[in-house]
């Protein structure tokens, strides 16, 4: 099992392009979920989804698009870059428990992002 | 909304026991998890805590008490590789949907 992956693992963008992060599980789990990571600010829960086809805001979601059309992949599209978003992205899978619930998450390396 | 605090950093000595606390106030509370992430590094799980009490896992024991909004991460036998970020993270059902977020993590240096 690759576990999870994104790519790229490091990106320089101008203001105002636009690209996406990818990211793909290949444990079969439906719960995925986008965090970005700020010096000071911890993890803060931009998207998440709880299977294909569903697809709700966390924490921070303004300038960020995502889709889930596969149980497998989960993409992060920035639609216009801005420098506020320059940051450490992580996605991140975790599986449901016999209690219903999910349970731990497994992070993905992680995507450095620059936006001059 | 949801308000998850921790100390910001500690510092412990090698061979030590440290004790780093986290409190929350989260409507939907689901459960409670604690992460390890070194510098440059993706967080890697610890533990999870859905009932009041304590569950340890060999040097490490994570305790929750859901009636105060409160839990700790113990940490025995202190070694220089536990010189990391501890992320306290809830998870709250809203819309009938689980979503997990996290505290601001604690930085803790160990000494030698």
Known sequence: NAGVTQTPKFQVLKTGQSMTLQCAQDMNHEYMSWYRQDPGMGLRLIHYSVGA???????????????????????????????????????????????????????????????? | GQNIDQPTEMTATEGAIVQINCTYQTSGFNGLFWYQQHAGEA?????????????????????????????????????????????????????????????KGTRLHILP
Not at chain 1, 92 to 109: H, I, L
Not at chain 2, 57 to 80: D, H, I, N, P, W
Request: aromatic share 14%.
């Open chain 1, 53 to 116: 086809g569903i697809t709700d805001q966390g924490e921070v979601p303004n300038g960020y698009n995502v889709s889930r059309s596969t149980t497998e992949d989960f993409p992060l599209r920035l639609l216009s870059a801005a420098p506020s978003q320059t940051s450490v992205y992580f996605c991140a899978s975790s599986y449901e428990d016999w209690r219903g619930g999910y349970n731990e998450q497994f992070f993905g390396p992680g995507t450095r992002l620059t936006v001059l």
């Open chain 2, 43 to 103: 967080p890697t799980f610890l533990s999870y805590n859905v009932l009041d009490g304590l569950e340890e896992k060999g040097r490490f024991s994570s305790f929750l008490s859901r009636s105060k909004g409160y839990s700790y991460l113990l940490l025995k036998e202190l070694q220089m590789k536990d010189s990391a970020s501890y992320l306290c993270a809830v998870r709250v059902e809203e819309n009938r949907d689980d979503k997990i977020i996290f505290g």
